[in-house]
T-cell receptor, first 115, second 115 residues
Framework: GAVVSQHPSRVICKSGTSVKIECRSL??????MFWYRQFPKQSLMLMAT?????????EQGVEKDKFLINHASLTLSTLTVTSAHPEDSSFYIC???????????FGEGSWLTVV | AQTVTQSQPEMSVQEAETVTLSCTYD???????LFWYKQPPSRQMILVIR??????QNATENRFSVNFQKAAKSFSLKISDSQLGDAAMYFC????????????FGQGTRLTINP
């Protein structure tokens, strides 16, 4: 099946710094990618939807200036957490959709710890 | 906006027995998809089963089957011959057939398999 790779799988950063998480579709072109955040023992919360070459669409309540999403190519989307704070510590998962109606594939997720 | 509700935060079943996980959803759309995802401790999202709303026949995948009641907006997952490896969080998800086709997840059900 199709593969979506997320990197890094775990990252620790200092408070106030920025950190970037990459999401790559390895064997297909993803016209749309999605970024989720998952708090402990909770469900996946959609943060934003990104389409290649256009601005991301953020869900209500998600700070677009804090969580910068770039979908520069059909195989790569990045999430940058700017000026990270300890409350940004979480598990972040991306997913990518093939064509239409398409199938959605998930990355392995990334653990972010802000100290 | 669409919503997905899983009313069972936790379920347990004896190994080799059958268990049913409940899911209801709310939508005004007629064309959509429903999914069950499994999330083991690794946090990788694994697609268990998928149902197209236009299909009356319930989807089955080996030991996994669904009971799709479109009028009642109900989508339960039945796991037969439960195995220790089935222990995980299970998420019910809705996806519109139009627009961005983002996944909307329920709160999740933690399934424990008792040996």
């Amino acid at each position: 099946g199709a593969v979506v790779s997320q990197h890094p799988s775990r990252v620790i950063c200092k408070s106030g710094t920025s950190v970037k998480i990459e999401c790559r579709s390895l064997d297909f072109q993803a016209t749309t990618m999605f970024w989720y955040r998952q708090f402990p023992k909770q469900s996946l919360m959609l943060m934003a939807t990104s389409n290649e070459g256009s601005k991301a669409t953020y869900e209500q309540g998600v700070e677009k200036d804090k969580f910068l999403i770039n979908h520069a190519s059909l195989t790569l989307s990045t999430l940058t957490v700017t000026s990270a704070h300890p409350e940004d510590s979480s598990f972040y998962i991306c997913s990518a959709r093939t064509g239409r109606p398409g199938t959605i594939y998930f990355g392995e997720g990334s653990w972010l710890t802000v100290v | 906006a669409q919503t997905v509700t899983q009313s069972q935060p936790e379920m347990s079943v004896q190994e080799a027995e059958t268990v049913t996980l409940s899911c209801t959803y709310d939508t005004s759309e007629s064309d959509y998809y429903l999914f069950w995802y499994k999330q083991p401790p690794s946090r990788q999202m694994i697609l268990v089963i998928r149902q197209e709303a236009y299909k009356q026949q319930n989807a089955t995948e080996n030991r996994f089957s669904v009971n799709f009641q479109k009028a009642a907006k109900s989508f339960s997952l039945k796991i037969s011959d439960s195995q220790l490896g089935d222990a995980a969080m299970y998420f019910c998800a809705y996806r519109s057939a139009k627009g961005a086709q983002k996944l909307v997840f329920g709160q999740g059900t933690r399934l424990t398999i008792n040996p």
